[in-house]
């Protein structure tokens, strides 16, 4: 089960006082998506991933601990802008403000997955062409940070999956078959190599819907 509880939490950046649930305890029981998303419980605790102040719009995991720059960041056009953009919900924007805070400070890493979480929660609101949008952006984020050495997932060859995935998702089908052609032949990691070969199945079928990693061993999803 999920064990929720309140605090009250004050702004680094402006000092205002705000109360979150914040997370004490979850489960999870079934298979991850093959983006890594987990399943039920954990599924559900996402609105307790990330907080945002309602009054200067400073968004991070903990925004009682200030990111480097961030009061600069968060006056900058980019954020405003964002901020003030419906199109989104409420929790994918902070998410998105996480992204623009850790992408300026060149954390490409904890950029694409916020990039991610985004997107999980536009597929949770059925909002398919603004989740393609941030895997879009999430897919760039990853190739940056994989150029910059940075670290996105530890196994093996993980993060060649989870980029081929958001290249699936997001309807570049393309760019994820040359990724598991040029990629395929350095990974060493047996389930690595087998989730490789059920996303090209997946692509030779123009199959862009989200899977889990048991599907891609045989195992039909609940």
């Not at 309140?6 to 999870?28: A, D, L, P, Y």
């Not at 903990?62 to 409420?90: N, Q, T, V, W």
């Not at 087998?194 to 990693?213: E, M, P, R, V």
């Amino acid at each position: 089960m999920t064990t929720l509880y309140k605090r009250k939490v004050c702004c680094s950046v402006c000092g205002t006082g705000t109360e979150f649930t914040e997370i004490m305890s979850t489960n999870t029981c079934g298979s991850p998506d093959l983006d890594t998303r987990p399943p039920e419980m954990q599924r559900s605790t996402m609105f307790a991933w990330v907080q945002r102040c309602p009054e200067c719009g400073y968004s991070a995991s903990d925004i009682s601990e200030a990111a480097p720059a961030a009061e600069a960041l968060i006056a900058g056009a980019e954020y405003r802008a964002l901020l003030k953009d419906e199109a989104y919900s409420a929790l994918a924007t902070s998410f998105l403000c996480v992204a623009i805070l850790a992408r300026e400070v060149k954390k490409f890493g904890a950029a694409t997955w916020a990039l991610i979480h985004a997107a999980w929660d536009c597929d949770d609101s059925d909002c398919a062409e603004l989740a393609g949008t941030c895997r879009k952006k999430a897919a760039e984020m990853l190739v940056l940070s994989e150029e910059h050495c940075q670290q996105v997932a530890g196994q093996d060859g993980a993060s060649t999956a989870i980029l081929v995935d958001l290249l699936r998702r997001s309807g570049q089908k393309e760019a994820a078959r040359h990724v598991i052609s040029t990629r395929r032949g350095l990974i060493k990691e047996n389930v690595i190599i087998g989730i490789l070969d059920y996303q090209d199945s997946l692509l030779a079928k123009n199959d862009i819907s989200c899977h889990t990693i048991a599907e891609a061993f045989g195992e039909k999803p609940q």
